[in-house]
C-alpha cells in the first residue's frame, strides 16, 4: 500500500491516518467566465476585472458608454454568470457618431414629444406657445449635455442644442456610433404637437475604431489582446468591435485555445448590421469557424453591440446549466423588435442560417424578441465540403464541458501513478493505471455523461472505446473516446395522411 504523506519506516509513536479523496473523485461543475470587451469613457486600467453589478460597471467604465452598456445587456440575460471586462480607449484618431435633430414651428397646443435613441423612449413635455428654441433645449437636457466622460444618463449619447437645432453626439468614439438610432416615435399614439414639425438627420459618420494588437495595458507600451488575456479561460466573449481585423485577430486567439495543448474553448459573439438581406448573406457566406457566432436582428432599433452582449449572455446561461440544451426560444431581455414590415419572411430565414446567420426574430403579437435558433459560421471542413458538425454552438459548449469533465476527473482521482501492461501483477494498494482501467473508467464517464443528458449512445461507445500504451513511448497511454452528444431538437416535420 502507497502512502502520500507517511514516510516509510517511521518510528515516532502516534496514530497517523492521511485523506484521499482519489476514489471520490468524479465529474464536477466546470468554472464558467464571460469575458465582455467594449469601449470605456472613463480610464479604468485595460486588464481583466471582476463585474459584480451594473452600477460596477457605470462607475468604472462610464455611464452610457459601450462597455457598460454591454454588461448591463448582458447580465440582465445571465445574471449569476461569472463576468469580466476588459475596457477599450477610444483610439487617438477617432471620430465620433453626430446625428441631428431639429425642431421648427411654434406648438399651437400642448403635448409630448418622443425620440427613440437606441430603442430608448425620450419623452419631453410641450406647452402651448412654446418655441422650437425652447422645447430644442428641453431635449438636449432629457438626454443629458455632460460630455461623454461626466454624464450619467444610461443614453450611449450626450446632447447640446442651438436655435431649435440638437446635436447628438455618441459617448464613444468609432464606427459604434453608427449603430445608434435616433427617430422620432415609435407607435401610432406618438403624434407630434400641432405647430410643430421634428426632423432628424445623420450627421458625422464615425470613424477609426481601437485596433486589439495596439492596446495600452496600464500605461505601459502598446500590447495585444491577446496578451492581456493570457492565462485566463473564458467560455464566451462578447466584443463591442466588429470589424473583419479585430475579429481575426480574437478567431486566431480562440483557434489555438481550442487545440489539444491549451484545451481552453470559447465562443466569440459580436454584433453586426445590415442594410439588406443580400447583404447579410454575402458577409455570413465568407466566414467559416466554429468559434464565432457573429448575431443579427434585421433593421432593430437597438445597437449591434449590446445585442451581442444579449446573445452571448443567454448562450452563457444556458450553457453553464446544460450544454447540451438547445438555446432556442429564449427570450432577449432588453432588446427592442424591429418594425413589423421588416420582420423576415421564411425563405430570407433560411437563406440566412445556409450562410450561417442566427435566427433572431419578434413574436407577432406581443413584439418581444427571441432567439429561435443559434448557429455558428462553420459550414465546410478544411477540405472544402460541406460539413454540419460545428454549426451548433451546444456542439462546442458540449465539447468543452466533455473534454473539462474528463480531464478533470483522470487528474483527480491519478495525479501520481504508474503505469503497467494489462497483465502485470502487483500488490493491492498500489496505484497502477492499466489500458483495462483507463478504459473502466472511460466507460464509467461515458455513462455519467448519458445519465446527464450530455451525450447517447452507450452501446456504441462501450464497443468502440480503445486504450492503449503509446508503442513508442512506453510512459504515455492513449485513449480513444468516441462520443456521440445529445442533438438539439429545432424542426419537427409531421405528415397528416388521411383518407
Do not use: H
Not at 455558428?376 to 460545428?390: F, I, V
Amino acid at each position: 500500500m502507497n502512502f502520500n504523506q507517511i514516510p516509510n519506516g517511521i518510528k515516532v509513536p502516534g496514530f497517523y491516518a492521511e485523506i484521499d479523496n482519489s476514489r471520490a473523485a468524479g465529474s464536477a461543475v466546470m468554472p464558467w467566465k464571460v469575458l465582455v470587451i467594449g469601449q470605456q469613457t472613463k480610464s479604468a486600467a485595460v486588464e481583466c476585472s471582476l463585474v459584480t453589478s451594473d452600477d460596477d460597471a457605470d462607475v468604472k467604465y462610464g455611464y452610457g458608454s459601450q462597455l457598460a452598456l454591454m454588461i448591463r445587456a448582458l447580465r440582465k440575460n445571465a445574471p449569476s454568470v461569472e463576468t469580466y471586462a476588459l475596457p477599450l480607449n477610444d483610439a487617438s484618431s477617432s471620430v465620433a457618431a453626430v446625428n441631428t435633430v431639429t425642431v421648427a414651428g411654434t406648438a399651437s397646443e400642448s403635448g409630448t414629444i418622443v425620440l427613440v435613441i437606441d430603442g430608448v423612449r425620450v419623452k419631453v413635455g410641450v406647452v402651448n406657445g412654446e418655441t422650437a428654441a425652447s422645447i430644442a433645449s428641453k431635449i438636449a437636457e432629457e438626454i443629458g449635455t455632460a460630455a461623454a466622460a461626466d454624464s450619467a444618463t444610461q443614453l450611449p449619447v450626450y446632447a447640446s442644442a442651438s436655435a431649435g437645432a440638437v446635436t447628438i453626439t455618441a459617448k464613444n468614439k468609432g464606427t459604434c456610433g453608427n449603430e445608434i438610432v435616433v427617430g422620432v416615435g415609435q407607435t401610432v399614439a406618438d403624434i407630434i404637437p400641432a405647430g410643430l414639425t421634428v426632423t432628424v438627420a445623420a450627421g458625422t459618420r464615425g470613424a477609426t475604431d481601437p485596433n486589439l494588437t495596439k492596446i495600452k495595458k496600464n500605461g505601459s507600451a502598446d500590447v495585444s489582446v491577446v496578451s492581456v488575456i493570457a492565462g485566463r479561460w473564458f467560455n464566451v466573449i462578447a466584443c463591442g468591435l466588429n470589424d473583419d481585423d479585430n475579429i481575426k485577430i480574437l478567431k486566431e486567439e480562440l483557434d489555438e485555445r481550442w487545440t489539444a495543448l491549451r484545451q481552453e474553448i470559447g465562443v466569440l459573439f459580436y454584433g453586426k448590421s445590415f442594410d439588406s438581406v443580400a447583404a447579410a448573406q454575402t458577409y455570413y457566406n465568407d466566414k467559416n469557424s466554429q468559434v464565432i457566432v457573429p448575431v443579427c436582428l434585421y433593421k432593430a432599433p437597438c445597437t449591434a453591440w449590446e445585442r451581442a452582449a444579449r446573445i452571448a449572455g443567454l448562450a452563457a446561461y444556458s450553457a453553464k446549466q446544460d450544454p447540451a440544451m438547445p438555446i432556442g426560444n429564449l427570450e432577449v431581455k432588453g432588446e427592442v423588435a424591429p418594425d413589423e414590415s421588416d420582420d423576415l419572411t421564411f425563405e430570407e430565414k433560411q437563406i440566412l442560417l445556409d450562410a450561417g446567420c442566427s435566427d433572431i426574430d419578434a413574436d407577432k403579437n406581443s413584439r418581444t424578441v427571441y432567439v429561435r435558433r443559434l448557429v455558428t459560421t462553420y459550414k465546410r471542413n478544411s477540405a472544402g465540403a460541406a460539413d454540419m458538425s460545428y454549426m451548433q454552438p451546444e456542439v462546442v459548449f458540449c465539447l468543452s464541458y466533455f473534454r473539462w469533465a474528463w480531464n478533470n476527473r483522470m487528474a483527480s482521482k491519478y495525479p501520481r501513478t504508474k503505469s503497467a501492461k494489462d497483465d502485470a501483477q502487483f500488490g493491492i494498494g498500489q496505484v497502477v493505471l492499466r489500458p483495462s482501467t483507463v478504459k473502466g473508467e472511460a466507460i464509467d464517464f461515458y455513462k455519467e455523461m448519458c445519465d446527464a443528458g450530455i451525450c447517447q449512445g452507450y452501446e456504441y461507445f462501450v464497443e468502440n472505446v480503445e486504450c492503449e500504451i503509446d508503442p513508442n513511448d512506453p510512459y504515455r497511454i492513449n485513449v480513444l473516446l468516441p462520443p456521440e452528444f445529445m442533438k438539439q431538437m429545432f424542426v419537427m416535420a409531421t405528415l397528416i395522411q388521411f383518407s
